[in-house]
């Protein structure tokens, strides 16, 4: 099942959910992606996460000044995730990756969102969404589910839920190549990504492939 998801945090766009026919380019980078949205569920408080890329301009879409921007970025995950080889099957390098996962699952349930980039670098924490200048805002969302035969519903974003959701809708309506995890207190869990075939965003909820 976790497959499923690993495909889906890497191919957000033209395939459907299930039976992605191409492997996924970094394994190790969607294991991350996996292991922090289990811990971000598991926290039960609901909380956001945004993956950027370094060079993108994400920040047009974040309100400043950032009330708890890191500066310099928190590297450790980046730094466990360096870890090649054998060192990576030690028990030491596995707490090293739960306790570091779980320290950056918790800052998502702080009001706002966190930020990391694609490189494990976190960036801020506490932070509001806003519309980019001069964009418009994001009127509807596919939603789609894990499910055999399921078909992708378009929904208006007033449907989607709470704050939450609505501004991960709009920040990856405006940066595109971005995702954003989407935790509920209720133990729902939604991965937002632009689809560039349908010119629209997805959200996919996965809370079932976390269990």
């Given at each position: 099942m976790r497959g499923v998801l690993i495909?889906?945090?890497?191919?957000?766009?033209?395939?459907?959910?299930l039976?992605?026919?191409?492997?996924?380019?970094?394994?190790s980078?969607?294991?991350?992606l996996v292991e922090l949205a289990v811990s971000m569920r598991?926290?039960?408080r609901g909380g956001s996460l945004l993956v950027v890329p370094v060079d993108s301009a994400w920040r047009e879409s974040i309100v400043h000044p950032m009330a708890y921007a890191v500066s310099p970025p928190f590297r450790e995950l980046a730094v466990v995730m360096g870890q090649t080889g054998e060192g990576r099957q030690t028990d030491i390098w596995k707490d090293a990756l739960r306790e570091t996962v779980e320290a950056i699952a918790g800052l998502t349930a702080i009001d706002g969102v966190a930020i990391m980039t694609e490189q494990y670098e976190l960036l801020a924490f506490g932070a509001k969404i806003q519309r980019r200048r001069g964009a418009a805002p994001v009127e509807s969302v596919t939603v789609t589910e894990p499910i055999e035969g399921g078909v992708p519903t378009v929904l208006n974003v007033a449907q989607l839920g709470g704050t939450r959701h609505l501004s991960a809708a709009q920040f990856v309506h405006d940066q595109r190549n971005a995702i954003a995890l989407v935790a509920s207190q209720d133990r729902r869990f939604t991965v937002f990504a632009w689809s560039p075939c349908e010119e629209s965003v997805h959200a996919h909820r996965v809370e079932s492939l976390l269990l």
């Open positions: 495909g889906l945090l890497l191919v957000a766009g033209c395939k459907q959910l039976g992605f026919d191409e492997p996924p380019p970094s394994t980078a969607v294991n991350v598991a926290h039960g």
